[in-house]
């Protein structure tokens, strides 16, 4: 009944359905639970507010490049009260022109001396902010500076540098309230007192410094340095709530020296969470963040994903906007759950001790937190049931000159996300003798305030699409000084500046001219842009080498793992000497040429045009119109664009393009994700109807299957097609190979969700019965969405993640050295533990070493290894969708010794158990 009463109703009144159903009027009252006395006499530490970040980096990028309707929207959602998130702390990024997780962003002094207040898009986005909320404070943190600063961060330099980037933010009608030191990267406790005494001489004697947003042991130097104590205004740590850095947030802490320095305390970075998913840690971290630890103030990293999808964290955020050029975005949970308390509660309002703690006395069963206003009349108290497994009620008694008038409800089911459910209006209570009850349903956050002028935003966002091809960008409409339209930079600065060497007009240079003070690893300067849906094309930009070097090319960039090194791209790239190279760039950080040479010089100060094309497999580079060579590579299909330097060149880059290319021919295996096996011709046949089945991937020539533009898939190099037996359409039909004929049985659709259809019957190819062993036969079966009908088609990189531990297979101290033993350790994205599921079934690191059973064992408890890859079956590895990773050679599991969790815990191989301690992910 409720399903058809969704589908029927208008939405308004589906919300208040819902709204009734959660809140009101349940058969039975609930027993009560927890009896909660808010008592106006009573109180706590002030509240400081909620905030996110925009930095750390790039995460903000695209935000700019929105339509003016729909950045607009997006901007209301974030920062409009009584509207959406409401936000009430803004962190800004002080930009260092090197990568500080999702791109690098500008500094406003590249070259010391030069300072550009336009530089990036933070202080825009400040200024937006503070149009919709004069009440925002900001708060200014550096992840990296410029290299040009001597004597490294913790300099003279570095101070005289935040007050340039403060200068500016006046310039722009700005007032930062806050500043810290180096993002995560500890403290120098002296420098922070001559950074007390720099901002006092500059006449930025109101602005509070936070320290040390890393961790809480800053308070224990404060508490031994007087000088140091008396420089720090706010406590600011990272992640302080259980499983760190988007962990579950089930507890908060801090220490006693902390809490009894008398300062704030803050979670000045939290968060890294999916936008929805992660709303309900999001909420267990604000509100047991003061049941716990006593933080008045929360900042979600990071503010919103507006970033291209194929970088580290595409949907991280209170919402994402990764589509530019069609106006797309969508707003997170995490907005709703942010919306919960700063609608509710505003900067410098009062926690009240007493009316805050767990529900029921048990972290199970959820936590409140209540405040009240300096009025001594108003108050809220947000309650959360996202560990509840039942309905509860609570008793509520108001006294000490609170209101005791009617209390309004507002709810948000966070633990099954649905507009539906988002922030709604369920009720309003009117206290009998200052008493009241309410039930709770697990999964949601509550808001019962005395308050009014809440709501929530109605806007909704247009369909998404490709950018559309052919594209094309002169430079010539950005003002010197800007970022070009989509350019997005992962390594150093591209910015506009006018054409050099004779040529009118604006062009993109690379303006960052040393090395910066990074604050994760090095890279060359690149840029990204583009739709990362883009297959077949051809990229072209005139390039102008400003010194001798090399400018670069890129191609089909997808998957970027951290460090920004790790970016998977193919790369043109061509010196002043005239050598060129067509390279792969892997998602693991390894560079392989895929052919090379030498053409006439291209000298420096002078103009050429450099293109890179893609048709299927087929590279194609070209200079100045003539062909430089070819290459063959079927590692990525589809990607973006990107314009880049080796080394620190401040080269030129002019009339950039991308036209559409025909589609190529795409080569590659067919490896089921359930089995982990390829689709085979058994023993190599080239007979006419001999059946496909599932074998150990291999490599060989039969199992690579060639995708033709037709929709064809060949094998044998085009000899043969597959093929479904007979042209018919039944479940259970057997695929075969047989000489190609165009007819609709050997039609197929290879589907971006790992599906391979033939439209002639609309089935899905598949794994018999869901078999996992080779031999397994294949056919075609009605489209489930099962993992049995799932599909690989090539090598597959990422961390390898233990489900029990949640830590990651690491190859300690980054060693390559043959027999060095993986172990469980912190996730890090490192190239020691960045594993590739190859085509020929080897789970291989640094692209270089294979994973192996020692010395080939088949008994339990046998240790693994790293190995030079030499095609043995102790290093061929079954990565299964079930999250089991298969040793060929023995039939036994990767499994954590004794189901350890903690860093260092050994691996070695066991019977497959369907314990937790084998079950992983390839993330």
């Given amino acids: 009944m409720q399903r058809t009463l969704k589908c029927l109703l208008p939405l308004w009144l589906t919300a208040l359905v819902a709204a009734l159903l959660v809140a009101g009027v349940p058969p039975a009252r609930a027993a009560t639970d927890t009896t909660i006395t808010v008592d106006g006499g009573q109180s706590g530490r002030t509240f400081d507010g909620i905030g996110a970040i925009s930095g750390g980096g790039g995460n903000s990028r695209l935000l700019r490049d929105y339509p003016v ?24 990024e002080i930009g260092g022109d090197a990568n500080s997780t999702d791109g690098a962003e500008p500094s406003v002094e590249h070259t010391k001396g030069q300072i550009n207040c336009d530089a990036g898009y933070e202080f825009w986005l400040a200024e937006q902010a503070k149009a919709r909320n004069p009440d925002i404070k900001f708060y200014g943190l550096a992840w990296a500076a410029p290299g040009w600063i001597n004597g490294g961060f913790w300099s003279t330099d570095t101070i005289g540098y935040l007050i340039s980037w403060l200068d500016c933010a006046r310039q722009h009608g700005l007032t930062v309230g806050y500043l810290g030191g180096w993002n995560e990267k500890g403290h120098d406790a002296d420098w922070y007192v001559r950074l007390r005494s720099a901002l006092d001489n500059a006449g ?27 420089a720090v205004s706010v406590i600011g740590a990272h992640y302080p709530c259980a499983g760190g850095d988007g962990g579950s947030a089930d507890t908060c802490s801090s220490t006693a020296t902390a809490k009894n320095n008398g300062r704030p305390l803050w979670a000045s970075e939290n968060g890294s969470l999916d936008m929805d998913a992660g709303a309900p840690a999001l909420i267990r971290s604000i509100v047991r963040g003061y049941v716990d630890a006593r933080m008045t103030a929360y900042l979600n990293w990071p503010l919103v994903a507006a970033l ?27 907005t709703w759950a942010t919306a919960q308390v700063t609608q509710f509660a505003k900067p410098g309002w009062t926690f009240v001790d007493s009316a805050s703690g767990y529900l029921g006395g ?26 509840a497994g039942s309905a509860q009620t609570v008793d509520v008694q108001v006294k000490g000159g609170l209101s005791t008038g009617a209390v309004h409800v507002w709810a948000t089911r966070v633990n099954s996300p649905s507009p539906a459910t988002d922030f709604v209006h369920t009720q309003d209570i009117t206290p009998a003798g200052g008493s009241y009850s ?164 291209l000298g420096t100060n002078s103009w050429h045009t450099l293109a890179l094309g893609f048709s299927g497999d087929l590279i194609t ?63 190599a046949s080239q007979t006419n109807g001999t059946q496909v089945a599932l074998w150990d991937c291999n490599g060989g020539a039969n199992q690579s299957w060639t995708l033709t533009p037709s929709g064809r898939l060949t094998v044998y190099g085009g000899a043969k097609c597959l093929d479904v037996k007979g042209g018919a359409t039944a479940d259970g039909t057997a695929v075969q190979i047989y000489d190609c004929n165009g007819s609709t049985a050997q039609q197929w659709t290879v589907n971006s969700d790992g599906t391979v259809v033939n439209p002639a019957s609309g089935k899905c190819l598949d794994a018999t019965a869901g078999g996992r062993t080779p031999g397994t036969p294949l056919e075609i079966w009605t489209c489930t969405g099962g993992t049995n009908q799932n599909w690989i088609r090539g090598a597959v990189s990422g961390a390898v993640k233990g ?49 192996e059973v020692t010395g080939g064992a088949t008994a339990d408890g046998s240790a693994v290894e790293i190995w030079d890859c030499d095609g043995s079956t102790a290093q061929q590895w079954r990565v299964r969708s079930d999250g089991t990773v298969v040793n060929v050679g023995s039939g036994k599991c990767l499994d954590a010794v004794g189901h350890g969790t903690a860093n260092s815990t050994a691996l070695e191989i066991w019977t497959c158990t369907g314990g937790a301690n084998q079950n992983w992910r390839l993330t």
């Fill in 803 to 851: 489900q029990e531990s949640g830590r990651c297979v690491d190859v300690p101290g980054f060693s390559q050295t043959n027999g060095a033993q993986p172990a469980l350790w912190d996730c890090n994205g490192g190239t020691n533990q960045t594993w590739t599921s190859t085509t020929g079934n080897q789970l291989t690191v640094y692209d270089s070493k294979c994973l």
């Fill in 308 to 334: 291209y999808p194929n970088l580290p964290f595409g949907t991280v955020g209170l919402a994402t906007a990764n589509s530019p050029w069609s106006g797309n975005y969508a707003i997170g949970e995490n």
């Fill in 621 to 683: 580079a070209t200079a100045d119109g003539a062909t430089l060579g070819t290459a063959t590579d079927d590692s990525f299909t589809a990607g973006q664009i990107g314009i880049g330097v080796v080394g620190y060149r401040t080269d030129q880059f002019d009339n950039l393009s991308v036209t559409a290319n025909p589609p190529g021919n795409h080569g590659g295996v067919l490896k089921g994700r359930q089995s982990g096996l390829c689709a085979d011709v058994p023993g």
């Fill in 362 to 387: 048990a972290e199970s069963n959820g936590s409140y937190v209540t405040l009240k206003s300096p009025n001594g009349s108003d108050y809220s108290t947000v309650l959360e049931t996202t560990t």
């Fill in 69 to 92: 309707a729909q950045r607009s929207q997006i901007l209301d959602y974030l920062f409009k009260p009584g509207y959406g998130a409401n936000l009430q702390l803004l962190k800004l």
């Fill in 204 to 230: 930025y004697g109101a602005v509070q410094i936070v320290a040390d947003d890393s961790g809480w042991s800053v308070a224990d130097d404060m508490a031994s340095n007087t000088a140091f104590d008396n």
């Fill in 438 to 601: 309410l039930t709770l349903q697990p999964g949601w956050i509550y808001s019962v305030t005395t308050t009014t002028g809440q709501g929530r935003g109605t806007t909704t966002a247009p369909a998404a699409h490709a950018l559309a091809l052919p594209y094309s960008d002169t430079f010539d409409s950005d003002a010197t000084g800007t970022e070009a339209t989509y350019l997005s930079d992962m390594q150093g600065s591209f910015e506009a500046r006018p054409c050099a060497d004779g040529r009118t007009g604006q062009c993109v240079q690379q303006v960052t001219p040393v090395k910066p003070i990074e604050w994760q690893d090095d890279s060359d300067p690149f840029s990204l842009a583009g739709d990362p849906t883009w297959s077949d094309y051809t990229v072209k930009a005139d390039v102008d080498l400003q010194q001798t070097g090399t400018v670069e090319l890129l191609g089909r960039a997808n998957t970027q793992n951290r460090p920004q090194s790790h970016q998977a791209a193919y790369r043109l790239r061509v010196s002043d000497t005239g050598a060129w190279s067509i390279v792969k760039s892997s998602a693991a950080g390894n560079l392989t040429t895929l052919a090379s040479g030498n053409r006439t010089a």
